[in-house]
């Protein structure tokens, strides 16, 4: 049985629900879970993006690079600095993670969820501008 790949498309309408989903569930206080799906939906996201330019997708390291290069693309280190920072998500999800990038901060982690969710955002406007 082969299976086919996914598309620009279906990639962007997985990021928007894994969004939607990590928010209810950091809500019901399940941190796990809240982690797996927003870690989803900026992995989503950034494919999204990468199949548009024919950059590779199929690990973790590509996803990385995507980012790094969507980020210079875009003459934008912001961006690349969102998404190492909604790494920490994926890390979280295998027991990793402290969300202490913004040491100081009240509740560093509800800040480190902003910016996954500015860079899904982020990535998914620029998704939507390729034709």
Request: charged content about 25%; cysteine-free; aromatic content about 10%.
């Amino acid at each position: 049985m082969t299976t086919r790949e996914m598309t620009v498309e279906e990639h962007i309408h997985t990021a928007l629900t894994f969004l939607e989903q990590s928010e209810q569930e950091f809500e019901a206080g399940d941190i796990l879970q809240g982690s797996e799906k927003l870690w989803g939906a900026v992995a989503h996201a950034t494919i999204a993006v990468a199949k548009q330019r024919g950059w590779p997708t199929n690990s973790h390291r590509n996803l990385v690079d995507a980012a790094r290069n969507l980020s210079e693309e875009r003459d934008d280190e912001s961006l690349f600095l969102r998404f190492q920072i909604t790494q920490e998500f994926h890390w979280r999800f295998y027991g990793h993670g402290v969300f202490n990038l913004f040491a100081g901060d009240a509740d560093p982690m509800e800040n480190s969820r902003a910016t996954a969710s500015d860079y899904v955002h982020r990535v998914l406007d620029i998704a939507n501008e390729s034709p």
